[in-house]
């Protein structure tokens, strides 16, 4: 449901900041939080010594790092702040002692006890260095909580009984396996079942009496890439899924079962269960025995989710789009007001760009490297949304350009483990999607620009693939592609040792500027696409560059090539290559997607605040 918001609400907009950089007279606007989550989910509860109940959750936002608490007698919320151990996700558990313990923080996460009457926090320690993604834990049936762990893939464990706490160590032996992931599951006979992956999958048993570890998945299934999931059923065994197959996990090997039950377990306060807050800020509370419900109405009114992209100026309103999750966002200058269009794409997490079009907008999203088409304006009946087709292990599609051709195309990233990219391109009538998977071999398509005195397509490539994948190339790439022969016409290596180059951008003299990533720091790059050769390098104004790095088109009277930088908006001349930094500010540090409208105003993401400053003054 589409959420209008006001200029004027200050818990959706918040404050009007205006601030005078030096003698340019640049104004900063805070335009506010286009998008909130409501609801929130509940993991467990504790008895407070006055005899209510607490239903506690990790909470993380773009401001918190937190432990997310609600009293069922009263609806009263807090959050216990654990941003000082930094920022990764939250993973608590009901201690066996009474307290909470959770394993939080990058880049080592820390266990931490939590005293849940008096909400006091007391750092545990490190159990294992370089310990900074993870998933939700699991509880054995001797109380100790076990977490797992990226990149070491390493699986760590706190005893909720005592306090004392250790690690098992790295569980695979391939290297390019680094995660440890969704979660493990530990059965009622104390077996701890933990799926790695992501460059293959791999399932391993691991005996904390023994200290014995096996993996025990078919070779048919390592052989695919991913992780498995596992989860602990009612009857205390665990059970698992890949792809369309379930399974028993048993400390030897898997038994295919026809179907598994499932994972669910009530969230229980006293002799009631407790549902999930829901959009309206309720809990309804359910008697185990009798069946009859109660509701309890909370404070809370949900949480700010962070901007990933500001992407297109499309019919007067800004367009942008959420991570963590994936929705759909648009701001109109004339009125102020901001619509959360919610999930307008096939991915869950992170919506990378938008690109408007005749015929709606062109979205596309992280996982699955997901490419949609949709029509804000479709008339009732009409197909709004087409998905349009995923790429053959692609994950991460970056940033859309119209081509030469008029078409319109984005670079991927492969998924995780894997290295290889692709090229896809997209056409309006009718809507589909054309892939080149690998078109110059085991490099990322970083970014594409067009070279219309050609006809070709700039590609910006990275040797880098997805998530903890191992390079098989010694630098990154610029190619060439015509878009009629459909083909590489040139391969370059511009800037010597360059691992990565990225965010192509087009000036009017025919230049493609980009980034380029070198073993000694970011430099920018000045390439003639026609001569096929760089005419410039130069030392960024910082040290580093916000997605997406470079806005694609030149902007105002001197054509300037624009972009964000540690705490400042900076700028390429391409009369003579230079660059400079315009201004700074506070917000720009904190960066996330960005883009400038035809008229000089530039638009960016904040942790969840839209920002906008005018970079070309008015009339």
């Known amino acids: 449901m589409e959420v209008q918001m006001k200029l004027t609400a200050l818990v959706m907009t918040g404050l009007l900041v205006m601030a005078m950089v030096a003698a340019d007279d640049y104004v900063f606007e805070d335009l506010g939080v286009p998008t909130m989550e409501t609801g929130h989910a509940l993991s467990f509860t504790t008895q407070h010594p006055d005899g209510y109940w607490i239903a506690w959750a990790p909470h993380e936002s773009p401001d918190d790092r937190a432990l997310f608490g609600v009293r069922l007698d009263t609806g009263e919320y807090f959050l216990v702040d654990l941003s000082m151990f930094g920022s990764s996700h939250v993973s608590p558990v009901a201690g066996r002692d009474g307290t909470i313990y959770a394993y939080v923080g990058s880049p080592s ?3 931490v006890r939590i005293d849940p009457a008096t909400r006091e926090v007391t750092d545990l320690g490190i159990p294992a260095e370089t310990a900074s993604y993870f998933s939700s834990g699991s509880m054995g049936p001797d109380g100790r909580f076990w977490v797992g762990s990226y990149p070491r893939a390493t699986l760590v464990w706190i005893d909720t009984n005592t306090g004392e706490m250790g690690e098992v160590g790295r569980l695979p032996s391939d290297e390019r396996n680094k995660y440890q992931f969704p979660t493990c599951s530990v059965s009622a006979d104390n077996i701890v079942y933990c799926p790695v992956g992501l460059h293959h999958q791999e399932l391993y048993a691991y005996d904390p009496e023994t200290g014995e570890k096996a993996q025990i998945l ?3 299934m390592t052989a695919q890439s991913g992780s498995p999931r596992v989860w602990r059923a009612a009857d205390g065994q665990v059970y698992g899924r890949s792809g369309g197959t379930h399974f028993l996990c048993t400390p030897t090997g898997i038994e295919p079962v026809e179907e598994a039950p499932g994972s669910g377990h009530p969230v229980m306060a006293g002799d009631e269960s407790i549902s999930d807050i829901n959009a309206a800020g309720a809990i309804t509370l359910t008697n185990a025995e009798t069946g009859e419900t109660r509701e309890v109405q909370t404070q809370y009114l949900g949480r700010k989710v962070m901007i990933y992209c500001v992407a297109t100026e499309w ?3 800004i367009w942008g789009g959420n991570g963590f999750p994936a929705r759909v966002f648009s701001y109109d200058p004339a009125t102020g007001d901001m619509v959360d269009h919610g999930k307008r794409s096939g991915g869950r997490i992170q919506v990378y760009d938008m690109m408007g079009t005749p015929a709606g907008l062109l979205i596309s999203a992280y996982t699955g490297a997901t490419l949609n088409l949709w029509n804000p304006n479709a008339a009732a009946g009409e197909e709004d949304n087409i998905a349009l087709a995923r790429g ?8 859309w350009m119209q081509g030469p051709d008029g078409h319109h195309y984005i670079g991927t990233r492969p998924i995780k483990g894997h290295v290889g990219g692709g ?3 997209v056409t309006l009538d009718p809507p589909e999607a054309t892939w080149w998977i690998d078109p110059i071999g085991p490099q990322s398509v970083m970014g594409v620009a067009p070279v219309p005195e050609t006809g070709e397509l700039l590609c910006a490539t990275s040797h880098y693939g997805g ?11 610029v190619f060439l592609w015509s878009c009629a022969d459909e083909q590489v016409t040139h391969i370059d290596e511009p800037v010597p040792g360059a691992r990565s180059y990225s965010a192509p951008a087009r000036a009017e003299t025919g230049i493609i500027y980009m980034l380029a990533s070198t073993p000694d720091g970011m430099r920018y790059l000045g390439y003639d696409p026609v001569n096929r050769e760089a005419v410039h390098v130069g030392e960024l104004p910082g040290a580093r560059a916000h997605f997406p790095s470079l806005h694609e088109q030149p902007v105002g009277p001197e054509g300037l090539i624009i972009g964000l930088v540690d705490d400042a908006v900076w700028a390429i001349d391409p009369a003579d290559h230079s660059a400079r930094v315009l201004a700074r500010h506070e917000s720009i540090a904190h960066a996330q997607g960005f883009m400038v409208t035809e008229d000089g105003v530039l638009y960016y993401g904040s942790q969840a605040h839209l920002w906008r400053c005018w970079l070309v003054p008015g009339d």
């Open 467 to 477: 998530s903890s994948s191992i390079p098989t190339e010694p630098e990154g790439h």
């Open 218 to 220: 078919p070779d048919e």
């Open 109 to 111: 996460a820390h266990f």
């Open 423 to 425: 090229l896809c391109r």
């Open 392 to 399: 053959e292990n692609q994950e991460r599609p970056l940033q």
């Open 315 to 317: 019919e007067g309103k």
